[in-house]
């Protein structure tokens, strides 16, 4: 069965860093594109990043651009939110999300079929 | 980049639901649906334009043309209450629709 579970949240001082993993089970990171995607209380759906399935597209959104870093272990297992400069408008759940129709064009469209529960960044 | 949803649809049991999302040439890119109910993560219903994964009911349809993408629900069900979010691909950066709450009256 396809799974990623989150964790590394908590509770942080603005300014503060945080690091996120999601981990995969029943697949290999190396075979799909994955996601973090955010939601602030209350709020919608906010992509924060993405990574290719060959590691060489590492993308980020506006608002976490160079503060927000990806990485992935070498048993393509697990996959790393690096998480620097928090501000209290990074308060959120984050999910991890594994993406079965985006490999490394735009042009592929997106099939984040795959969702953890998340884990919740409070910055305060 | 922005994409454009209703905030709230309503639609009784059985009748068919349209939920809209707009956005710059749209019709261009591939849209994806995804279905939040309260306290839940996400579930992917529709991904480019009109396909369904595995699990995912018939009455779940999508359609996409022009600067509109439309997920419709026929025949809807009380289970289909919740959030619903459009998803593209702008250049390099996954843009969301603020989201539509879909009620089921």
């Known amino acids: 069965q396809l799974q990623v579970v989150e964790s590394g949240g908590g509770v942080v001082r603005p300014g503060s860093s945080l690091r996120l993993s999601c981990v995969a089970s029943?697949?290999?990171?190396?075979?799909?594109?994955m996601h973090w995607v955010r939601q602030a209380p209350g709020k919608g759906l906010e992509w924060v990043a993405a990574?290719?399935?060959?590691?060489?597209?590492?993308l980020y959104g506006d608002s976490v651009k160079g503060r927000f870093t990806l990485s992935r272990d070498k048993s393509k297992k697990t996959m790393f939110l690096h998480m620097t400069s928090l501000s209290i408008e990074d308060t959120a759940v984050y999910y991890c999300?594994?993406?079965?129709?985006?490999?490394?064009?735009?042009?592929?469209?997106?099939?984040?079929?795959?969702w953890g529960r998340g884990t919740t960044v409070t910055v305060s | 980049y922005d994409l454009s949803q209703s905030p709230i649809v309503s639609v009784s049991p059985g009748q068919t639901a349209g939920i809209s999302c707009s956005g710059d040439d749209l019709g261009d890119r591939y849209v994806s649906w995804l279905q939040q109910k309260p306290g839940q993560s996400p579930v992917l219903v529709i991904y480019?334009?009109?396909k369904r994964p595995s699990g995912i009911p018939e009455r779940f349809s999508g359609s996409n043309s022009g600067n509109t993408a439309t997920l419709t629900i026929s025949g809807t069900q009380s289970m289909d209450e919740g959030d619903y979010y459009c998803?593209?691909?702008?250049?390099?950066?996954?843009?969301f629709g603020g989201g539509t709450k879909l009620t089921v009256l």
């Open positions: 480019q334009d009109v």
């Open positions: 990574v290719s399935y060959d590691g060489i597209h590492e």
């Open positions: 999300a594994m993406d079965m129709a985006w490999q490394t064009s735009s042009g592929e469209g997106s099939g984040m079929v795959v």
């Open positions: 998803q593209a691909w702008y250049g390099s950066a996954v843009v």
């Open positions: 029943g697949f290999s990171l190396s075979t799909y594109g």
